[in-house]
DNA sequence: CGAATTATAGGCAAATTTGACTATCGACGT
DNA sequence: ACGTCGATAGTCAAATTTGCCTATAATTCG
């Protein structure tokens, strides 16, 4: 990402990887080690930003710094207000899932989204915590962490009570025995009644 | 997906394509035409599928049908269960760009939010539609839609309902002075007070 | 001290995705 | 009868990403 140089230039590969870390953008955004370098090569390519190897310091002769040009900051600038003003679909994770919920049955179901109740819960608590280790009106001149990434932290978890929300009223839907399930089709493609006949029928 | 071709099944790769977009799946995932034919041509040839060759009908010999093999239903269990039962957090497009709020101006930043909430409740009006279009019991037997992907439409409009409480906050903390953008910054480093003030100064 | 682990720095082959392209058939208007 | 447009069906080179690998310094720990 062309706007991480921009912020922390001049920098390395290395340097990007850990600052990408340390403002823990790396669980909203797909970065591996890897595409890190690569991902500069292309940049320099294109003429955004350029390199300059460093030997100086004793043992360590591979390092290449890199700071953003001219026209680097102008396709930063570019980039930055598309990503405003155009809002962007992510792609999620659950949705090849939830289109073939059928193939699964009611009961692992329902058991299922218990359990994604509970880990969202626990990713709601870890960013809670993460928040909280921002400090007031740091603005990252030091070490730190910039007061506004709490902005990003914010925005995660607003998507995450979304689907909170959702979970609980697809829930509620899977208990009045909503939906007919693979393992719940009879001759006449109803969904079987719920479970308390269900229970009696067992119990003859 | 191997799910699909296990719907679906036998279905080629053209099919594929088709049943995707008539599901409305394309906003949420992200399969370009030419995957879908990678994307066959490996779950062949990891035995999950077998294509037949069918040259059969008049001028269209190119076409090969696929069917889920034995190791591949037991595999789309397990690629489904694990699925739903794992959360796993999307890459958000916005973070890089909240993370590099502070370059841009306070002022295009408040525009930028008023032009979200529009798509955003554009996008959730849209939704809707499609909902409606959905048939009320339908199985998917014939070459409909299926009643579960509300699900589907369900889930995206909770999400984006999470992203717009966000956004309305966030505009509130905007509006209140929050952070020391780029075009702000004076000697303290601290934030200037509010519009109000700003616009006095302004008409001195 | 010496060994093991962690942090620093980066490379690269293989897998995957992208996006633009080919080619045929049928329907439609003119 | 002819050109064009959209739907059908799929290909492929180039761009990108992924995972795993190398190597040295620094730090920890019994």
Redesign the pocket.
Known sequence: MLGVVRIFQPV????VR?ELLSWHLDGWM??????V???LK?LEKDRLITGTALAGE???P???EYVVTAEGEKEFQKLLRTSWWQVKRPAEPLVPALSLMLFMSRGELKSALGARLKQLAAQRDELAFIRASIEDGATGADGDVPEHVREVIDFGDSRIKGELEWTRSFLKRLNEGTYSFADERNMDGHPRPPDTIDARRKSL
Not at 12 to 15: E, K, M, N, S, T
Not at 30 to 35: P, V
């Open positions: 390395h590969g290395y340097d850990r797909n970065t591996k080690t890897g595409s370098y690569s991902a292309i004793p043992g360590r591979e390092r290449t």
